[in-house]
């Protein structure tokens, strides 16, 4: 981790912190390894927070077949349309990307999860989209 060079009462010595937990260090003085406890009260280090977003469980029928045999395409959260790489009548594939959506200044490719015809078009370019907003309909 990190080295020092130590001269204490005349002597040298050559110092590596191996490993620092808590109060506890892992250090080598001139080869030897010591484990020392430091003499301080231990914080309770705040890390930084992991953002974990929960799978949507199929808000408002997104991407369920209606009777009809209409599949969705819905926006998975707000945002807008940058680009669209489909039309109507156009075959898709499962995985297909159909069109990329610009949202928290990230852009996010939205792919198809059912094969089918697209049977129409519910967005353009530029359009300003909330969560779970229809898309792309999909005769399946």
Do not use: C, W
């Amino acid at each position: 981790m990190k080295n020092f060079k130590f001269k204490i009462r005349g002597h040298k010595y050559d110092v590596e912190i191996k490993n620092f937990e808590k109060n506890i260090a892992e250090i080598e003085v001139n080869g030897t390894v010591y484990k020392v406890e430091i003499d301080r009260e231990v914080k309770n280090e705040i890390k930084t927070p992991r953002l974990v977003r929960s799978k949507i469980k199929n808000p408002k029928g997104a991407g369920k077949i209606k009777k009809s045999g209409i599949a969705t395409i819905n926006a998975p959260l707000p945002g807008s349309i940058f680009k669209i790489f489909v039309k109507e009548g156009d075959t898709i594939a499962v995985g297909d990307k159909v069109l990329i959506m610009e949202a928290m200044k990230m852009e996010n490719n939205i792919m198809s999860e059912k094969a089918g015809t697209i049977k129409s078009m519910k967005v353009a370019v530029g359009d300003t989209v909330l969560q779970n907003d229809i898309l792309i309909e999909i005769e399946a």
